[in-house]
């Protein structure tokens, strides 16, 4: 975390806790770093996470200018909780501040005498709530299955029997839903919530990505659906417990468009962390593993997408290693220098010779006064004439380059094992696909490079930089394929055809740096999905010289604009100043109250600034 971070949150602590708050807070940080972070996220919860009475007011009038006002339908199959638990999970939703609401609670034959009778006091005491009664145990889809068949309203929000919404969690949804009237899913950012009712370890998502979908269950908690694409898919499949909200996500999202999914990053939802929880040990559940790699190979199965699922880096996690055409692409390996050595001859070796990929041509672009055309190691040498400027080399590279897909390599860059390129390949032929980027790790073995997110540091920075090797990083993306707004030309691989498409490098105005950012971003402007996977991962023994970057960055900022600051793979509640998944004191979001209904479904109604706006001024 920056200092200016650091001296902000201190300020924060002092606001609310006093003088012994702050030396509380210090004393921690010195002794354990983990306790710091819990500290961290409870200051942040008293100061950004809860819900005051002008908010509550606020929100009141917001509703009542809402043109669309649904029945949420809050599904909660119950089995033998306990009974503070489940009297906590029922009052969360008694409390909503949004008023059109009903809880569909099936209780799958508990053998506990005391959940009857609080189900049954709590029916008496709301006409909202309903409830069915199963006659035979059939596990938490079959349950599931019947608390759906009770639901009337127009959407259906899911809540475990031992876990609470949070008080505005309908509110924000429907919200949501006025402004943007198509969705048919919801999904929020959620925490932990022990058995003292303290918040912690926040889940601060991005915004939809399918390929960090397919290595573990995004959505999780929050979920709202609509409730017809619920029945339309069949609702909760048999077969699938323990990852049943994982396989109804991936059908859900398979019958719909990505636009029609959207994400609140908002702490909508509180997990309850007790013993035989998944919220404390993902192992309590052994089985729920064999269901999500099920259900991910079904997804694939439905996308006709030719695919294997493998366990991930991270312990828990999935991978989808995609095949290749038996037909397989030329490749173009691009690296450039400012002078030809016999270091970089044996790293041209190296490249060829640690890669199980055989259809592959090298060119190296030289920019020495000597540089003379050739192919004497393994490469096509080719001059440049003009002083070292990498977006030019780059763009010469490809202009001379046969690959159907050209790979842009730093200098000093090697390969850590032998499935690096066919790992890249995979993905950037897919139609969908615009840049790949790969894993790059220092001699130490930190990571140097696990993709890139707006506004880290200025432009652009490093996500989960300088983390060791094994350690996945905020969320564990590091470890795990995921979308991100730009990779690293130090390692890019991109359609040939594309890279023309969008005409190459930008030369003029980022000579010194961001071309490769610039790039990516005009990808993703033109509605390809930019990719990192640490499953392509490389040694980079030697760092490239900083140049002046400044008129780069003023380039950037005026051609990009606040798109800069809304970088839709990374989370407006995670700080800018840390690259490693810090909290933002204060959040980089605001939300409006919709009155109207858009007309443009498309387009999001989030505003990302630096001060965000109190919900009484909304």
């Known amino acids: 975390m920056g200092i200016k971070s650091q001296i902000i949150k201190a300020r924060e602590t002092y606001e609310v806790d006093g003088i012994k708050g702050l030396l509380g807070l210090i004393a921690r940080r010195i002794l354990r770093r983990s306790d710091a972070i819990r500290d961290d996220y409870r200051t942040w919860v008293k100061k950004y996470g809860t819900l005051k009475g002008s908010d509550r007011k606020s929100m009141e009038r917001a509703i009542s200018g809402f043109l669309f006002q649904p029945r949420i339908s809050v599904l909660m199959p119950v089995y033998n ?55 035979a145990n059939g596990h938490i889809s079959a349950a599931s299955n019947s608390a759906l068949r009770l639901a009337t309203g127009e959407f259906c929000a899911l809540l475990d029997h031992d876990d609470e919404l949070s008080v505005d969690a309908l509110f924000w949804l429907v919200n949501e839903i006025n402004h943007h009237p198509g969705v048919d899913l919801i999904y929020s950012d959620e925490d932990k919530i022990d058995v003292a009712g303290v918040r912690h370890s926040p889940h601060f998502k991005p915004d939809w990505d399918p390929f960090l979908f397919c290595s573990f269950n995004l959505i999780t908690h929050l979920a709202c659906y609509r409730t017809q694409v619920l029945r ?29 999914i959207r994400h609140i990053p908002r702490v909508l939802y509180h997990w309850r962390s007790i013993p035989g929880s998944t919220a404390v040990r993902p192992s309590e559940k052994d089985y729920a593993g064999a269901a999500a790699k099920k259900a991910i190979e079904e997804h694939l199965q439905r996308r006709n997408a030719q695919g294997e699922v493998l366990p991930a880096f991270g312990g828990g996690y999935h991978r989808v290693s995609y095949a290749i055409p038996d037909r397989t692409p030329v490749v173009t390996l691009v690296v450039c220098v400012r ?44 001059p440049f004439k003009e002083a070292y400027q990498l977006p030019a080399m780059r763009n010469l590279a490809a202009r001379n380059a046969r690959g159907e897909v050209l ?60 983390v060791s090797r094994d350690d996945g990083g905020y969320m564990s993306k590091a470890l795990l394929i995921h979308g991100v707004s730009a990779v690293s030309g130090e390692c890019l691989a991109v359609k040939k055809r594309l890279f023309e498409e969008m005409g190459g490098f930008e030369e003029t105005n980022l000579a010194q740096a961001f071309s490769d950012v610039d790039f990516c971003l005009e990808l993703k ?10 499953y392509a991962e490389f040694l980079q023994s030697q760092a490239e010289a900083q140049a002046d970057r400044s008129r780069a960055e003023r380039h950037m900022q005026l051609k990009w604009g606040d798109s ?16 490693t998944g810090a909290l933002a004191f204060p959040p980089r979001v605001e939300f409006s109250f919709s009155k109207t209904q858009h007309d443009k479904d498309k387009f999001p109604n989030r505003v990302l600034t630096g001060i965000p706006m109190p919900l009484g001024q909304n």
């Open 81 to 135: 909780p306990d009974e503070a638990w489940l009297r906590f999970a029922i009052e969360s939703v008694r409390k909503q501040v949004y008023p059109n609401w009903e809880l569909c609670i099936a209780d799958d034959l508990s053998t506990r005498p005391h959940v009857r009778e609080v189900l049954e006091s709590y029916a008496e005491k709301d006409s909202r709530i309903k409830i069915t009664f199963r006659t």
């Open 339 to 382: 002078e030809v050595t016999e270091t970089l001859k044996a790293n041209v070796k190296e490249l060829f010779e640690n890669t199980d990929y055989s259809s592959v041509e090298f060119i190296v672009v030289d920019s020495s006064p000597n540089a003379s055309e050739g192919s004497d190691f393994k490469a096509t040498v080719l």
């Open 525 to 534: 402007s033109r509605g390809y999905k930019n990719l990192y996977t640490p």
């Open 564 to 579: 800069l600051v809304s970088d839709p793979y990374y989370n407006p509640n995670l700080g800018l100043e840390s690259e």
């Open 232 to 260: 339309n898919v069949n609702g909760f499949r048999i077969g699938f417990e323990g990852s049943q909200d994982y396989d109804l996500g991936l059908r859900v999202a398979d019958s719909t468009e990505p636009y029609r």
């Open 407 to 466: 790979v842009f390599l730093a200098e000093g860059i090697r390969p850590a094992s032998s499935g690096w390129l066919k790992e890249l390949v995979s993905f950037a032929i897919r139609p969908e696909i615009g840049a790949v980027g790969g894993r790059i790790l220092t001699s130490d073995g930190k990571v140097h490079h696990a993709g890139l997110a707006l506004g880290l540091g200025g432009v652009v920075g490093r996500v989960d930089r300088a």
